[in-house]
């Protein structure tokens, strides 16, 4: 009698609401559950009621999780993905772009017919992978010492008491650039697709031990997508082998994680366990799929030009300067203020930036409202805070009788950094959507990963 190990099939929107799940459990985990109710950022430019936000914020994903399992229909997918858009609106601060590729997977996926799910998946990641080398080509990121490639290099390898050599911290941009471009080639064709997959799951181990397992547990669930069944879902295997694959995903996480200096605390320990098991559940998931026999569906041409129509206007957004969050760039050192290319096309139109001042007495019941420590963030003489973010903390402080002074700031090349402008020039912060970072340095010799 042939014993057949435990598994489950998934639909591929599950996987990745799951995923976004895990995103949101490590933020909560790092933070508590007071990160739910922060609501002076809001990405999308809606400031909700600090109750309704971090309702949203800890139960639209469980709830679209669940409606899309328990009802296999239409309609279960579209009140899911429905959810997660609502979702969005109580992430503050920043729009990671692991999250904004998974919210976008999900209403792609439910949006475009069954039989093309995986290669929905399969575009995306490729449109990724290939659109992030393809942004890193820049003199910031290639040359300069603030490159992110070399600063998260050296950053990481200093954390385990290594100094890397400095032709190695040369050569790390150029290396993860060709990675990048190997591993979206091999989404190109189902015959190089698990070359593509193990460079990938390469790729995305480093990512994750230096301190972004969440974007790895994205990419990895998207990756499982483009492996799928057309016909069933993702196959979720427990064997003997998946088990010690992922102890060993577990232990790796344990060992290697690293993002501060000094020890790390047991809760900080526990959450790399947990993403490294679910990194590594993942991985096993996708090289179990076996060669995909989804990518070549009738009707497929209809996917991928939609797939490029997209990215190319995502991509001539960044260029043209009216946006930097949400392209995808993956640590690509493009800053908004910065000596980059992306300087030539920055309407005058925006974004602004303004320096506030902390006030000399904060009132204890703003500290109920705002928490101490962005407070303290973004009051710092070293950074500038996006005009949005701005206001409404200007417009709470007024509420409890105190203010920020928040003071516009424009770009000095010639000082290095952003200045606060001249008293007969200041204006007034708008509010709207965080299409930029909330807050940046302004030192341009400042390295900014955002």
């Known amino acids: 009698?042939?014993?057949?190990?435990?598994?489950?099939?998934?639909?591929?929107?599950?996987?990745?609401?799951?995923?976004?799940?895990?995103?949101?459990?490590?933020?909560?985990?790092?933070?508590?559950?007071?990160?739910?109710?922060?609501?002076?950022?809001?990405?999308?430019?809606?400031?909700?009621?600090?109750?309704?936000?971090?309702?949203?914020?800890?139960?639209?994903?469980?709830?679209?999780?669940?409606?899309?399992?328990?009802?296999?229909?239409?309609?279960?997918?579209?009140?899911?993905?429905?959810?997660?858009?609502?979702?969005?609106?109580?992430?503050?601060?920043?729009?990671?772009?692991?999250?904004?590729?998974?919210?976008?997977?999900?209403?792609?996926?439910?949006?475009?017919?069954?039989?093309?799910?995986?290669?929905?998946?399969?575009?995306?990641?490729?449109?990724?992978?290939?659109?992030?080398?393809?942004?890193?080509?820049?003199?910031?990121?290639?040359?300069?010492?603030?490159?992110?490639?070399?600063?998260?290099?050296?950053?990481?390898?200093?954390?385990?008491?290594?100094?890397?050599?400095?032709?190695?911290?040369?050569?790390?941009?150029?290396?993860?650039?060709?990675?990048?471009?190997?591993?979206?080639?091999g989404l190109l064709d189902s015959e190089w697709s698990h070359i593509g997959l193990f460079a990938a799951l390469a790729m995305h181990l480093v990512f994750g031990i230096s301190g972004n397992f969440t974007f790895s547990v994205v990419a990895m669930a998207l990756w499982c997508c483009a492996l799928a069944s057309p016909a069933q879902g993702v196959y979720v295997q427990f064997d003997v082998l998946a088990v010690v694959l992922v102890l060993a995903s577990v232990t790796l996480a344990v060992v290697l994680c690293r993002t501060v200096a000094g020890p790390r605390p047991p809760n900080t320990i526990a959450c790399d366990a947990f993403k490294g098991a679910v990194f590594g559940l993942l991985s096993v998931t996708a090289v179990y799929s076996g060669t995909p026999d989804a990518w070549h569906p009738p009707g497929a041409e209809m996917v991928h030009w939609a797939m490029v129509t997209g990215f190319t206007i995502n991509m001539l957004l960044v260029v043209f300067g009216l946006k930097l969050e949400w392209s995808f760039a993956m640590f690509s050192s493009l800053r908004p203020f910065g000596r980059t290319w992306l300087d030539r096309g920055l309407p005058r139109t925006g974004p602004r930036y303004f320096a506030l001042t902390l006030p000399d007495r904060v009132p204890s019941t703003l500290l109920k409202v705002v928490r101490g420590e962005f407070i303290y963030e973004v009051t710092r003489p070293t950074v500038a805070v996006h005009e949005s973010v701005a206001h409404r903390l200007e417009s709470i402080a007024r509420e409890h009788s105190t203010s920020f002074l928040p003071r516009m700031v424009r770009a000095d090349h010639e000082k290095g950094g952003l200045v606060v402008m001249d008293g007969e020039e200041q204006v007034l912060p708008r509010r709207g959507p965080l299409l930029y970072p909330a807050v940046i340095p302004r030192g341009f010799d400042r390295h900014y990963l955002g």
């Not at 598994?7 to 995103?23: D, G, K, M, R, S």
């Not at 899911?80 to 997977?105: D, T, Y």
């Not at 290669?119 to 992978?129: E, H, M, P, S």
């Open 1 to 185: 009698m042939t014993s057949v190990a435990p598994h489950v099939w998934l639909a591929p929107e599950a996987l990745v609401i799951a995923a976004l799940i895990v995103h949101q459990i490590d933020r909560l985990w790092a933070r508590g559950l007071s990160d739910a109710w922060e609501n002076v950022a809001p990405v999308m430019g809606v400031r909700l009621p600090r109750p309704l936000n971090a309702g949203i914020a800890v139960l639209a994903l469980p709830v679209a999780l669940a409606a899309v399992t328990a009802f296999s229909t239409d309609l279960g997918r579209i009140v899911a993905s429905c959810l997660v858009l609502l979702w969005l609106f109580s992430v503050q601060r920043r729009l990671a772009n692991h999250v904004w590729l998974g919210v976008v997977a999900v209403v792609l996926i439910v949006a475009f017919p069954v039989r093309f799910e995986a290669i929905v998946a399969r575009d995306l990641l490729a449109g990724v992978y290939l659109s992030a080398a393809l942004f890193k080509v820049n003199h910031s990121y290639l040359w300069t010492r603030n490159s992110a490639g070399r600063l998260i290099a050296d950053f990481y390898a200093r954390l385990h008491g290594v100094r890397l050599p400095v032709f190695v911290l040369t050569a790390t941009p150029f290396i993860v650039i060709l990675w990048e471009v190997a591993v979206g080639v």
